[in-house]
């Protein structure tokens, strides 16, 4: 433990920069505390290319310092659930402070764009960067403010439903994270004993999550009327600023991954259910090992999971391990899963100090040790861009983000040794995480199909939203699981699926950056010191470049062709074989 001790006493020293234009001891309480900022940026003269650019840096330093006031209130929230105090802070921010920031923040945007000197800045950032602002505009409408407001308050509801949601095993409390566990256990009866418990309490709540996601769906369709748009999909599309790919391209990565990865997906499960000698799964059977070996333990507790993961990131690229040795030596860490807890897990980039903050809920499980790898690839981005001239350069596309962080899950699997000593149980990590990237396509593609249907149909009934649900799962699923006695569990299985509540739309992001992480493993087998290197230099660049130049410099294609991904499938194929022997 000294060793590891070691690596995170190691990490970088990082201060904030000088502020040069918002007080060094801003406290906000309320919008009174921040309206002088703006004044001061909208009545201020702008007489040089110079001037504009300062201009551009104190509206960017604005920008930043709000992003991570609200940022801190939400983590603080996200921790503690049933912490009154902290739901306060978040929900006045939402509510009172964001509405009056959307407003001066358009007004703010219209002055950036009607510069004279706007024209003058001709580097494909700013280009970029304007194109996102022009956006803003576009889009904004006052009668949204509010609405918008809703939407947050509302999506929250959801988690403090979900973080409610525990169950009592021999004696124990514990979160759905924790009881994930016992769904991996060897004994069927087990299993079966902690499913029925974890879905006796989940449908309990299934009336709530119905009425949240109605709720949802009325405002949104509400907000996308009113700035022009059929649909909520369509206005979705363009605030997300989805620059470099079309509606078309979605539907066209939903067939190629019919055609190319549910067969494959289908074979991995036939061969499971051969092992297990069932004719089909029950749902409390697609965890467990199909040769009856109990699940991985490859840690005990956050610190554990901690230090191990610091050590891989080490091995890989000692400039990697130093980012989360920073992140510990700050406090920027919130590891295991407790009781009040929200679920899921997150890094969010804290844009002014420019240490991200790590949110996960491990409970000793080898997917955790996945996670953990996950939101360090995430952090490691905020590092890398931490030192861009303005705030809009290091919000990047999820599609870039998500690069960062699926392809360091790959990029580890060569050092896993430091969570599984005993070679078959590296082996069987290896083959279930390659495992899990064939399973986790399709599921992206359901849950994207989903959502262009729920928002192109905004006034289907719950009825209508069940059928097209079991439609999709049909579709992209094996048809090898018998769902009798729990059917509820079949029919609501995407109310675990927060980014339907919080995030709408962001998830395909996740299908294309897989196929892009999967390009930089296959780069490293080939050279792993030079694969390292582009993917440092794709996710410098921040968002300085458009998408498809970003995947360039890090060595892979912004592809999403049924030519590339049937590319994609049979390297995996050949992965797993290998994993096999």
């Not at 609405?147 to 525990?166: C, D, F, I, P, R």
């Not at 004696?171 to 060897?186: C, F, I, R, W």
């Not at 495992?435 to 149909?457: C, G, K, R």
């Not at 339907?500 to 992001?509: A, G, M, R």
């Amino acid at each position: 433990m000294a060793e590891t001790l070691f690596l995170i006493l190691s990490g970088m020293e990082v201060k904030r920069k000088p502020r040069i234009f918002i007080a060094e001891d801003l406290v906000i309480n309320d919008w009174n505390d921040i309206k002088d900022y703006f004044d001061q940026l909208l009545n201020e003269e702008i007489n040089s290319l110079d001037e504009y650019r300062l201009w551009l840096k104190k509206n960017s330093e604005l920008e930043a310092v709000l992003e991570e006031d609200m940022a801190w209130r939400y983590i603080k929230m996200t921790i503690n659930t049933s912490d009154k105090e902290a739901a306060d802070r978040y929900k006045k921010f939402v509510t009172e402070i964001n509405p009056k920031i959307s407003e001066m923040s358009n007004k703010l945007n219209q002055k950036l764009v009607e510069s004279p000197f706007k024209n003058q800045l001709t580097d494909e950032a700013n280009k970029i960067y304007l194109k996102k602002v022009q956006t803003a505009i576009d889009l904004f409408r006052e009668e949204n403010i509010p609405l918008q407001a809703e939407a947050q308050t509302k999506s929250q509801e959801y988690n403090g439903v979900v973080g409610a949601q525990l169950i009592t095993y021999k004696g124990e409390e514990l979160t759905a994270q924790q009881a994930s566990k016992h769904l991996k256990d060897p004994d069927r009866s087990v299993r079966k004993e902690v499913w029925d418990l974890l879905y006796n309490r989940r449908i309990q709540d299934t009336e709530k999550l119905e009425d949240i996601f109605d709720d949802l769906i009325k405002i949104r369709h509400k907000i996308a009327t009113n700035a022009g748009f059929e649909n909520y999909r369509d206005y979705k599309f363009k605030a997300m600023n989805r620059f470099d790919y079309t509606v078309q391209d979605c539907f066209d990565f939903h067939d190629s991954v019919e055609k190319f990865i549910v067969p494959i997906y289908r074979k991995i499960n036939e061969e499971k259910l051969k092992k297990f000698g069932f004719d089909k799964f029950k749902p409390y059977d697609s965890s467990a090992d199909p040769e009856g070996k109990p699940p991985l333990k490859p840690f005990e507790g956050g610190d554990e999971l901690l230090f191990k993961t610091i050590k891989i990131f080490d091995k890989i690229d000692p400039y990697f391990s130093d980012c989360l040795g920073t992140m510990k030596n700050m406090g920027h860490l919130d590891l295991e899963s407790k009781k009040g807890k929200a679920p899921g897990g997150y890094n969010y980039p804290l844009y002014e100090i420019g240490i991200p903050f790590i949110f996960m809920n491990a409970a000793g499980t080898a997917r955790d040790v996945i996670t953990m790898i996950h939101e360090g690839g995430h952090a490691v981005h905020s590092f890398l861009t931490k030192d861009l001239e303005l705030t809009a350069y290091k919000s990047f596309p999820s599609e870039v983000a998500e690069l960062a962080s699926m392809s360091m899950e790959l990029l580890s699997m060569k050092y896993w040794e430091e969570f599984y000593d005993n070679d078959d149980d590296l082996k069987r990590a290896k083959k279930e995480h390659l495992e899990s990237i064939i399973m986790v396509l399709p599921w992206v593609a359901t849950i994207d199909a989903f959502q262009h249907w729920i928002y192109e149909n905004p006034q289907h009934t719950r009825e209508e939203r069940k059928l097209q649900w079991n439609i999709l799962n049909k579709r992209f699923g094996t048809g090898l699981t018998d769902w009798i006695g729990y059917e509820e569990a079949r029919d609501y299985a995407w109310h675990k699926q927060l980014h339907l509540f919080e995030v709408p739309f962001y998830y395909i992001e996740y299908g294309f950056s897989q196929l892009g992480a999967l390009g930089v493993w296959k780069n490293s087998l080939e050279d792993e010191k030079k694969a390292i290197e582009q993917y440092k230099g794709g996710l410098s660049l921040g968002y300085t470049k458009d998408i498809k130049s970003i995947y360039d410099k890090a060595g892979v294609k912004f592809d999403f062709s049924a030519a590339y991904i049937e590319e994609i499938s049979d390297m995996i194929v050949a992965q797993l074989e290998k994993h096999d022997h």
